[in-house]
């Protein structure tokens, strides 16, 4: 699943390709979990400019003026350009730009959501969390710190992958209880956070700078299933945690 840096690269090559154009169709081959009739998107967005694409949490928002088509791709939805007609299957979405340019979300398990003016939500981005608030969260959370980080009700954009990079990069187990940590090891969290986010989203530029799909992962320092090692020489280990493998070593410090 793509995680918030890979979002954050769609939605600047997304703007590159389509930032200005007018929508001139949109299709929804698979609308079984679109919030609103066809009939209903098409009326709100048809004719209108795209503004701007900018990822919320883990979902991608198109602008078109006053209204936002919201795209959550779940697991393995995947973007496509195409010129005329679009011949991908699994599409869910497929939006015809003037020109003849288009974008389709496809998905084999019809799982990727289209969502027309998705509800705005009072929960903190990872890349603007403040030390303040994740301390407040984290003190009233008996789950391990790794749910927690997870959770898109306290914290939106981090999923399971650079959850594990995170916890690592602070040296945190990620099976330590949320509440257990001291107040040292949640500011060293709270820099980790920001850290991993932002290299992760420089490297993915520099390795696959158009990219709109898909996942560049070799970079990652833990979680790559065929290192059996860390940078700094620590055996990874692999445990699953919530029904998710979750990538660590003995260099994290177990709170309890």
Excluded: C
Aim: proline share 5%.
């Amino acid at each position: 699943m793509p995680e918030l840096p890979d979002l954050q690269v769609f939605a600047r090559n997304l703007n590159k390709l389509f930032k200005g154009k007018t929508l001139a169709k949109i299709e929804t081959p698979n609308h079984k979990k679109l919030n609103v009739s066809v009939k209903e998107l098409k009326s709100a967005l048809e004719g209108k400019e795209l503004t701007n694409v900018r990822r919320v949490g883990k979902e991608l928002h198109f602008e078109f003026g006053k209204h936002a088509l919201g795209l959550h791709l779940m697991l393995h939805g995947q973007f496509y350009t195409f010129d005329g007609d679009n011949a991908h299957k699994f599409t869910i979405v497929e939006l015809h730009f003037t020109g003849g340019q288009g974008l389709a979300l496809t998905d084999y398990q019809g799982a990727a959501t289209p969502t027309l003016d998705p509800e705005e939500k009072d929960v903190p981005d990872a890349l603007a969390v403040e030390l303040a608030y994740l301390k407040e969260k984290l003190s009233k959370k008996r789950s391990p710190v790794k749910t927690v980080l997870m959770d898109q009700k306290v914290l939106r954009g981090i999923g399971n992958a650079y959850a594990d990079e995170i916890l690592w990069e602070a040296r945190i187990s990620p099976f330590s209880p949320a509440n257990k940590l001291p107040e040292a090891a949640v500011k060293k969290l709270a820099k980790a956070i920001k850290e991993v986010l932002e290299d992760a989203e420089k490297q993915i530029i520099k390795h696959s700078p158009d990219i709109i799909s898909g996942e560049v992962r070799d970079f990652l320092k833990v979680h790559l299933p065929r290192h059996k090692q860390t940078e700094t020489g620590a055996a990874i280990h692999q445990k699953e945690l919530g029904g998710r493998k979750t990538y660590y070593t003995d260099e994290q410090e177990v709170f309890d």
